[in-house]
């Protein structure tokens, strides 16, 4: 028997690049070549669009069910890809495999599609009584435009698809030009299940982005991102009246009460503002906490991150990794050094290596807590999206709150205490899309998910992401 004529196994890597040429993605750990990217051009995307077009009213017709049972299959694909998908993330992204990174994210992938698949969509019964009966239906908008960052492109991706999909649109989506290939990997396994061209992806940089965003046959943009992209594609969208998702930056504050057990809550806080190397949106970018407990919490604090082994992704023992792009590496060292210069306190961390601030190897910055910063630092007030803590000393919980509640964006924050109705009363005054009380950043399929203040508007998640990718109708008789 010969092996000539048997297929040979063709990676999914092998699968999305393109035969010549690409644009070479570096491992922002090694900087080493992950792979090439394709790039789309305006005619592409067109194109794109074009087709998802054509496909979706088939896409609509099909039934909710059927839709539905997609969106497990799709759940499943996933699984069956999961190690290859997870790699590739952690190689493209930066992201370890372990903890709550690579293995974690494409798992999340699969628990977002599976829970997407199971909400009631159904009409909604408004008035039924002697005077009328009105329903209120769900229909599908029609093409879906989304727009991802870099930081989890595969999971936020499935968040702007699978309630697209199971609503009856098709969808276009364009990566971030950091992280192309996890997107384009991601949709790859997908579409070994789904309809053709229900869902397109156009690799592409910020024009590519912009254009879909202005495009007349996209009825809605589901955009993450940062709040001056966000702002750019909210005005692009007023032209043609766009339905649009906007999930934005945040500098999500948590309080500490002065009732919590620093040592109880410490490895929590970590992950609060530590996942995924700090850059997430709805991280713990600020920390507040009180006289009392300030020593305690730093000391627990610290004696966590000593322990945290940061390095290259695939290197099964490292929870932390490198910052995904130089350019947000220097964001990092900026809000560091100026925390410095101020006089604020570097309990562990700051101190880069000398050969990653010449630009040479990895984007690695290390874990840092800063104590003794001042409110009106930059450290404070803007986002770091790495991994830096500010840890603010306050003696009035009032002062807290207002710190907490003073900047331009409201994504989450956290309460932390022993005492659940203190916290609740405290949760109450913050104003953000979600306060989560002994924990953060914990998001949750079945949770509606959205920003306050300039961190965006409209829900992802649950039955209400469902229908915010939806047009709504009313029946009434
Ligand atoms: P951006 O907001 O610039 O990028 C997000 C996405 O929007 C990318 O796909 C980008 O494409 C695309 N884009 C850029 N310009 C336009 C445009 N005019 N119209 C439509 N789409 C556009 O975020 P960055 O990746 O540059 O990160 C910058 C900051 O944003 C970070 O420092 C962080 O503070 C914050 N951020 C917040 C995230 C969150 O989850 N809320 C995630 C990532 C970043 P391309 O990448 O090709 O430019």
């Not at 990566?175 to 592409?204: F, H, K, Q, R, W």
């Not at 809605?220 to 709040?227: L, N």
């Amino acid at each position: 028997m010969t092996t000539q004529n048997v297929p040979q196994k063709v990676s999914l890597l092998e699968r999305i690049q393109p035969a010549v040429g690409g644009r070479e993605i570096l491992d922002p750990a090694t900087v080493e070549v992950v792979g090439r990217a394709p790039e789309a051009t305006m005619e592409d995307l067109d194109a794109a669009v074009a087709r998802a077009r054509a496909a979706q009213p088939g896409w609509a017709a099909r039934s909710d069910a059927d839709r539905a049972e997609r969106l497990n299959a799709a759940a499943e694909a996933i699984e069956a890809h999961a190690e290859e998908l997870a790699v590739l993330l952690s190689r493209e992204q930066g992201k370890p495999l372990n903890g709550p990174n690579a293995r974690f994210e494409v798992g999340a992938c699969v628990a977002w599609l599976r829970a997407t698949a199971s909400f009631p969509v159904g009409p909604e019964v408004i008035v039924d009584d002697e005077s009328g009966r009105a329903e209120l239906h769900h229909r599908p908008l029609g093409v879906v435009g989304a727009i991802g960052p870099w930081n989890w492109p595969m999971m936020i991706s499935i968040w702007q698809i699978a309630p697209s999909l199971r609503m009856g649109n098709t969808v276009v989506i364009k990566p971030s030009e950091y992280t192309p290939l996890s997107v384009l990997g991601l949709v790859e396994v997908l579409n070994t299940v789904l309809d053709p061209d229900v869902l397109i992806a156009v690799p592409g940089r910020g024009d590519t982005g912009d254009r879909l965003t202005r495009h007349p046959d996209i009825a809605k943009i589901m955009f993450t991102g940062s709040t001056p992209t966000g702002k750019k594609i909210i005005a692009a969208a007023s032209e043609t009246v766009k339905r649009l998702t906007m999930e934005l930056g945040g500098n999500d504050a948590g309080i500490v009460l002065d009732d919590a057990d620093p040592t109880a809550i410490a490895e929590d806080l970590f992950w609060g503002a530590f996942i995924n190397t700090g850059q997430t949106c709805a991280a713990m970018k600020r920390l507040y906490v009180p006289d009392a407990l300030y020593d305690q919490v730093c000391d627990a604090l610290v004696a966590i991150a000593g322990q945290m082994p940061m390095g290259v992704g695939l290197d099964e023992a490292n929870v932390l990794g490198p910052v995904q792009n130089r350019a947000q590496w220097e964001i990092v060292d900026r809000l560091v050094t100026a925390a410095q210069d101020s006089g604020a306190r570097i309990l562990i961390g700051g101190d880069p290596d000398p050969e990653v601030i010449a630009g040479r190897g990895g984007h690695f910055y290390p874990t840092t807590l800063v104590a003794d910063i001042e409110e009106d630092n930059p450290l404070v007030v803007e986002e770091q999206f790495g991994p830096v803590l500010p840890i603010i000393r306050y003696t009035d919980l009032e002062q807290a709150i207002t710190a907490a509640n003073a900047l331009e964006v409201g994504l989450g924050s956290s309460v932390w205490s022993s005492d659940l109705d203190r916290a609740r009363a405290v949760a109450a005054r913050l104003e953000a899309g979600t306060t989560w009380i002994n924990k953060h950043g914990a998001v949750d399929p079945r949770i509606p998910f959205g920003g306050a203040k300039e961190s965006g508007f409209g829900l992802e998640f649950g039955t209400h992401g469902l229908r915010e990718v939806s047009q709504s109708h009313v029946i009434a008789w």
